[in-house]
C-alpha cells in the first residue's frame, strides 16, 4: 500500500495538468552560462535585481527562458522568451519579455508585456504563425494562481516592441493550422460550453466561428487530429455530474475550414456516423488519443471487466476499448487494454484473450484480480460465474517494486523485469508454467505500457 501511495502522489505530480506552482520543482539548482547571461541582460532591461522566474505550468514550453524564432526558416538570430514578477511578492505585477541577440550582438529586450488584470501565473506559450506564414507569433495563455480563470493573448514583435492581436477568456485551447495554408487558428473551449475558433479575418485575429455543446462540468483535455483520413477534428474529454455521480464523457467537433455553409465547427452525432456505444465512462478514465499511431484519434469505451458487472465503481477493474476510424470505412475497435492508473501502465489484451466479436466493445475470456497489498493484478481464465473467482493458476502477474528494493526473491520466484521505468518504480512480470502467453510476447508486441 505504501507503494501504491508513493505512485499515486508522483503520478499526481508529474500530470500535464497540474494546475499548482511549478516554480519550486522546476527552479534549476544551478545556471548554465547562458542562462546567466540572460539573466544579467534581462535584469538590465528591467531595471532591477530582485526578479522572481516563473514557469509555464503546461504544454511544451516549460523552463524559465525560452528560446524561439521568430521567423519560420529560423534565420532572425536567437528570441527568448520570459516570464517573471519584480520585487518580493510573486503574486502580483506578472511580465512577459522577449530577448533578441545576433550572431555578433548580446542580449537586449525587444519587448514587455504585463499579464492582464487579475492573472498571476502560465499557463502555457506557443509560437505559431497566425498573421503571416513567415513569422510566429506569441500566443499565451495567462492564469489565476489557481488556474480557475484564465485569457488568451496573441502578440506580435515589431520592431522594439509587443503588439497585442487578441485577448479572449478561456478554459481550454489548441493551436492548429487545419487546412495546411501556414496559418494557425485558436480554437477555445469555454466555461459556457462554446468551443469558439479564432482566425484571421481582414487583417484582424477575431472569432470566425462558434459551436454550442452540451451542458457540462469542466474540462478534462482537448486534442486535434484527424477523424478520418480528410477530416480534423476537436476531441473534447469532459465532466459531468459531482461528487460520485461524477463521470468523463467525449464531445467531437469536426472542423472544415471549406464548409459551405460557412461554419468550420460542427458538433458530431456518434449515432449517424454508426456509433452506437456511450463514451460515458469513470472520472479517472482514459482519454482521446492516437493509440495505436496511425494518423487519427481513438476514443475509450469502458466497461466493467468479466465478473466486475453490477458491482460498486470503487474496486472494480474496467476494460477499455479504443475505437477510431478504419482504413476500409466505418468506425471499429482499435485495441482492448486494462488500465491500472494507480500504478501507472497499461496492459492490452492480446487476441487469444478475447471472443471473436465484431462489433465495438470486446468480450474477454479473462479477468483480473487486484491484490492491492503487494500492488500486483494477476490475469485469470473467468469461469462464467456471476461471483468472482480466482481459482487455479494465473496466466500472468504484473507487480511494481520500488527501485530502492532488492528484486532477488522476485528473480527467484520466476519475475522477469518489464521494460521501461517510471520515477522510483520498476515493473515485473510472472508468467505460471503452463500459461498461453509468452515474456517475449508482452515486449515484442508492446502489450505492457507505461502511461
Given at each position: 500500500m505504501i507503494i501504491a501511495l508513493m505512485l499515486a502522489l508522483m503520478l499526481m505530480l508529474s500530470g500535464c495538468n497540474l494546475m499548482g506552482s511549478t516554480d519550486s520543482l522546476m527552479r534549476?539548482?544551478?545556471?548554465?552560462?547562458?542562462?546567466?547571461?540572460?539573466?544579467?541582460?534581462?535584469?538590465?532591461?528591467?531595471?532591477?535585481?530582485?526578479?522572481?522566474?516563473?514557469?509555464?505550468?503546461?504544454?511544451?514550453?516549460?523552463?524559465?527562458?525560452?528560446?524561439?524564432?521568430?521567423?519560420?526558416?529560423?534565420?532572425?538570430?536567437?528570441?527568448?522568451?520570459?516570464?517573471?514578477?519584480?520585487?518580493p511578492s510573486e503574486s502580483e505585477g506578472l511580465m512577459l519579455s522577449v530577448l533578441?541577440?545576433?550572431?555578433?550582438?548580446?542580449?537586449?529586450?525587444?519587448?514587455?508585456?504585463?499579464?492582464?488584470?487579475?492573472?498571476?501565473?502560465?499557463?502555457?506559450?506557443?509560437?505559431?504563425?497566425?498573421?503571416?506564414?513567415?513569422?510566429?507569433?506569441?500566443?499565451?495563455g495567462w492564469a489565476t494562481p489557481r488556474g480557475d480563470r484564465r485569457r488568451l493573448a496573441v502578440y506580435q514583435l515589431q520592431g522594439s516592441s509587443m503588439v497585442l492581436l487578441f485577448d479572449q477568456e478561456y478554459s481550454e485551447c489548441v493551436t492548429v493550422d487545419a487546412n495546411g495554408d501556414g496559418l494557425y487558428e485558436l480554437y477555445m473551449l469555454t466555461a459556457g460550453a462554446q468551443v469558439r475558433?479564432?482566425?484571421?479575418?481582414?487583417?484582424?485575429?477575431?472569432?470566425?466561428?462558434?459551436?454550442?455543446?452540451?451542458?457540462?462540468?469542466?474540462?478534462?483535455?482537448?486534442?486535434?487530429?484527424?477523424l478520418t483520413e480528410g477530416l480534423g477534428a476537436l476531441f473534447i474529454d469532459y465532466y459531468t455530474g459531482a461528487g460520485e455521480s461524477r463521470r468523463l464523457d467525449t464531445a467531437i467537433v469536426t472542423v472544415d475550414l471549406d464548409r459551405p455553409d460557412g461554419n468550420p465547427l460542427s458538433e458530431l452525432i456518434p449515432a449517424e456516423w454508426g456509433i452506437d456505444v456511450p463514451f460515458t465512462r469513470p472520472e479517472d478514465a482514459a482519454v482521446c488519443e492516437d493509440i495505436d499511431h496511425n494518423g487519427t484519434i481513438d476514443i475509450p469505451v469502458v466497461t466493467p471487466m468479466p465478473g466486475y458487472t453490477g458491482r460498486e465503481p470503487t474496486g472494480s477493474i474496467m476494460l477499455t476499448d479504443y475505437i477510431g476510424f478504419q482504413a476500409g470505412g466505418g468506425f471499429g475497435r482499435v485495441l482492448s487494454a486494462v488500465i491500472n492508473q494507480k500504478s501507472g501502465y497499461m496492459f492490452v489484451l492480446p487476441e487469444h484473450w478475447k471472443y471473436a466479436s465484431p462489433g465495438p466493445v470486446s468480450e474477454p475470456k479473462v479477468t483480473v484480480h487486484n491484490s492491492g497489498t503487494w500492488d500486483e493484478?494477476?490475469?485469470?481464465?473467468?469461469?462464467?460465474?456471476?461471483?468472482?473467482?480466482?481459482?487455479?493458476?494465473?496466466?500472468?502477474?504484473?507487480?511494481?517494486?520500488?527501485?530502492?528494493?532488492?528484486?532477488?526473491?522476485?528473480v527467484e520466484q520466476g519475475y522477469e523485469l518489464l521494460p521501461g521505468m517510471r520515477g522510483l518504480f520498476r515493473y515485473y512480470a510472472l508468467i505460471p508454467e503452463g500459461s498461453d502467453i509468452e515474456f517475449f510476447e508482452i515486449v515484442d508486441f508492446g502489450l505492457f505500457r507505461l502511461l
Open positions: 534549476p539548482p544551478q545556471m548554465t552560462e547562458d542562462q546567466r547571461e540572460l539573466d544579467s541582460a534581462l535584469k538590465s532591461a528591467v531595471g532591477a535585481e530582485d526578479i522572481q522566474l516563473k514557469y509555464p505550468m503546461r504544454g511544451e514550453h516549460l523552463s524559465a527562458y525560452i528560446p524561439f524564432n521568430q521567423r519560420i526558416d529560423g534565420t532572425d538570430g536567437s528570441r527568448v522568451a520570459a516570464f517573471y514578477t519584480v520585487g533578441s541577440r545576433d550572431a555578433d550582438s548580446d542580449w537586449r529586450a525587444l519587448g514587455h508585456k504585463a499579464a492582464p488584470e487579475g492573472m498571476s501565473s502560465v499557463d502555457f506559450i506557443a509560437f505559431v504563425p497566425m498573421v503571416s506564414p513567415e513569422y510566429n507569433n506569441l500566443v499565451v475558433m479564432a482566425r484571421l479575418t481582414d487583417n484582424a485575429i477575431e472569432v470566425a466561428a462558434e459551436e454550442i455543446l452540451s451542458p457540462i462540468d469542466g474540462y478534462r483535455q482537448v486534442c486535434y487530429g484527424m493484478w494477476s490475469f485469470y481464465v473467468f469461469q462464467g460465474s456471476r461471483e468472482l473467482s480466482f481459482s487455479g493458476m494465473p496466466l500472468l502477474r504484473i507487480l511494481v517494486v520500488a527501485e530502492r528494493d532488492d528484486p532477488g526473491d522476485l
